[in-house]
């Protein structure tokens, strides 16, 4: 079996996430891909493929162009403000949400300009802290997961030849937004990359 790797996830490598109020280690971390893939690398059964640049089309395609330029240039806006310095992790996470009842008969609310706005427009969980590397792992999730598809897609319909080892965890999120550990959803971004492609 085929396993698209890429070394890039450990850069999403926030120190806290806050549940029920109460401020603790991470749970999602880069050891659980690195411990999957030390375990495998002593399977001959396993073999290792680079993941290939899809660019940002398979990501547009299944999300908000507003959530990936948040997620492009938000830590740059926190830190340029001051986020982060002094006792504070360097780590970013919304400390107020947009609720919908909040804005009930008002219609839409526009997009904050600042950082802190922005995060608690497009982040609506404390579990879902942002750092310098975010992005740029959430870039090479893509990525990875599509790679493994193509690889897949190239195998033909018979047994599941490839897989990707991927973070941020493959869990379900919005179109514009945010949450739980997950920056992309796998099984969002790799459906219509699928149906997309004929497998003869």
Avoid at 84 to 108: C, N
Wanted: proline share 9%.
């Amino acid at each position: 079996m085929r396993v698209v790797y890429d070394p890039s996830h450990v850069l999403h490598d926030p120190v806290t996430e806050v549940r029920y109020g109460i401020a603790m280690p991470m749970y999602e971390v880069p050891a659980r891909v690195e411990s999957i893939r030390a375990a495998l690398l002593t399977d001959d059964n396993f073999s290792f493929a680079d993941a290939t640049d899809h660019g940002l089309g398979p990501v547009t395609a299944v999300h908000h162009e507003g959530l990936v330029r948040f997620l492009d240039e938000v830590w740059s806006m926190w830190r340029k403000h001051g986020g982060g310095g002094g006792s504070m992790p360097p780590q970013f996470m919304p400390d107020t949400v947009l609720h919908p009842a909040m804005r009930e008969g008002m219609g839409e609310a526009p997009e904050p300009s600042a950082a802190i706005g922005r995060i608690g427009y497009r982040c609506w969980e404390t579990m879902t802290p942002l750092v310098a590397g975010s992005y740029r792992a959430a870039r090479t999730a893509v990525d990875v997961a599509l790679t493994a598809a193509d690889l897949l897609l190239a195998g033909g319909r018979g047994r599941l030849r490839s897989g990707p080892a991927t973070r941020p965890p493959l869990r379900l999120a919005d179109t514009d937004s945010a949450r739980a550990w997950v920056l992309r959803p796998q099984a969002r971004r790799e459906r219509p990359h699928l149906v997309a492609r004929p497998t003869g």
